[in-house]
């Protein structure tokens, strides 16, 4: 974005710079997400945001919180900045100066501005440090395990990516780390897929809902059941939630399914892109589309908040799909 010019006076017209220049300053915030997002950092009382708080404040799916992130950094209203494990953003200048007052936003007392990455919040932060050595400490396994198929440096960036993903919408904390450490190896293995770099072995399988809570982890349960090693299965949700509903538990459970120790996921990029068979099931179009995938849409009944007896015959439905394309996979 150009230099801003100057505040204009009430007594006369906009010039067409001036005119140009905030037209540019409100398109960049006529998304509603991304007002919403540039509220949030310009209200708050530290002067930045990290990325996990904003994802659960404008309540979105992780790649489009990211879009939109993006979207006002290349529009010079938000600063990006990454320090250590963690991403934050802050307003510009001209954005405090400007927008603020197009909005009929009053920006909250700011405090200094952070510290370099040396001195940063999370190194002096007991809390932020024990992550920090937890999240070292996975990124380096994982990349003695995808050593001559990704740098360290890629690595890491996706274990730190994948943490702040499960983060923003986790309410348990303790076993973020071992769910960090899964989610970011299994978005590696769909990377090496999707970009050649491993062939695979047999075909992939998507299940796409909203939340990955009931209908996908059901999908997926019941297809790895009945297809083993053969098939490569895996789930995630539109909007996840933070835990798989106990009643969609307890059904699968009564069908030699085991699904305590699974946990919705977000819906990634590298994970469709690596799929061969993306299934859809109430999350609209918010799975990507890609040539030469095959989709399809299942209209199955949401089991959130349904009885038992309601959440077997859901399960019953979806076992039923997934034996027909079975059929057809196997």
Same mark, same amino acid.
């Given at each position: 974005?150009?230099?801003?010019?100057?505040?204009?006076?009430?007594?006369?017209?906009?010039? &067409?710079?001036?005119?140009?220049?905030?037209?540019?300053?409100?398109?960049?915030?006529?998304?509603?997400?991304?007002?919403?997002?540039?509220? =949030?950092?310009?209200?708050?009382?530290?002067?930045?945001?990290?990325?996990? /708080?904003?994802?659960?404040?404008?309540?979105?799916?992780?790649?489009?919180?990211?879009?939109?992130? *993006?979207?006002?950094?290349?529009?010079?209203?938000?600063?990006?900045? *990454?320090? /250590?494990?963690?991403?934050?953003?802050?307003?510009?200048?001209?954005?405090?100066?400007?927008?603020?007052?197009?909005?009929?936003?009053?920006?909250? #007392?700011?405090?200094?501005?952070?510290?370099?990455?040396?001195?940063? *919040? =999370?190194?002096?932060?007991?809390?932020?440090?024990?992550?920090?050595?937890?999240?070292?400490?996975?990124?380096?396994?994982?990349?003695? &395990?995808?050593?001559?198929?990704? $740098?360290?440096?890629?690595?890491?960036?996706?274990?730190?990516?994948?943490?702040?993903?499960?983060?923003? *919408?986790?309410?348990?904390?303790?076993?973020?780390?071992?769910?960090?450490? $899964?989610?970011?190896?299994?978005?590696?293995?769909?990377?090496?897929?999707?970009?050649?770099? $491993?062939?695979? $072995?047999?075909?992939e399988v998507l299940f796409v809902c909203v939340r990955n809570a009931g209908r996908s982890q059901m999908a997926a349960g019941l297809m790895s059941q009945l297809a083993g090693d053969r098939i490569l299965v895996r789930s995630a949700g539109s909007f996840p939630v933070a835990a798989v509903d106990s009643n969609v538990i307890a059904a699968m459970d009564e069908v030699g399914v085991f699904l305590g120790g699974t946990y919705p996921k977000p819906l990634s990029d590298e994970v469709v892109r690596a799929a061969d068979v993306v299934i859809t099931m109430g999350c609209g179009d918010a799975c990507p589309v890609y040539p030469g995938k095959r989709y399809?849409?299942?209209?199955?009944?949401?089991?959130?908040?349904?009885?038992?007896?309601?959440?077997? /015959?859901?399960?019953? #439905?979806?076992?039923?799909?997934?034996?027909?394309?079975?059929?057809?996979?196997?």
């Open positions: 974005m150009s230099k801003p010019p100057r505040r204009p006076s009430l007594q006369v017209p906009l010039s &067409r710079e001036d005119a140009e220049y905030r037209a540019t300053l409100l398109s960049a915030v006529a998304d509603p997400v991304r007002l919403r997002l540039m509220s =949030v950092v310009l209200t708050h009382p530290a002067g930045e945001v990290s990325r996990s /708080q904003l994802a659960a404040e404008a309540d979105g799916a992780p790649t489009t919180i990211s879009h939109h992130l *993006r979207q006002l950094c290349e529009a010079g209203l938000l600063i990006r900045e *990454r320090r /250590q494990s963690f991403t934050f953003y802050r307003p510009t200048h001209h954005a405090l100066a400007e927008l603020a007052a197009l909005l009929g936003i009053e920006v909250a #007392e700011q405090r200094p501005t952070p510290a370099p990455a040396s001195q940063s *919040r =999370v190194s002096m932060d007991p809390a932020g440090a024990v992550v920090h050595r937890q999240l070292e400490h996975i990124a380096g396994q994982l990349a003695d &395990r995808f050593a001559g198929i990704f $740098s360290p440096e890629t690595v890491r960036r996706y274990v730190d990516e994948s943490y702040e993903m499960l983060a923003s *919408r986790s309410r348990i904390r303790r076993f973020l780390p071992s769910l960090t450490a $899964s989610f970011a190896a299994d978005r590696l293995s769909a990377l090496a897929k999707a970009s050649g770099k $491993s062939a695979g $072995s047999g075909s399809l849409d299942w209209p199955i009944d949401d089991p959130e908040g349904r009885p038992l007896a309601a959440v077997r /015959q859901i399960r019953d #439905e979806i076992e039923q799909q997934v034996r027909e394309l079975l059929k057809e996979l196997l």
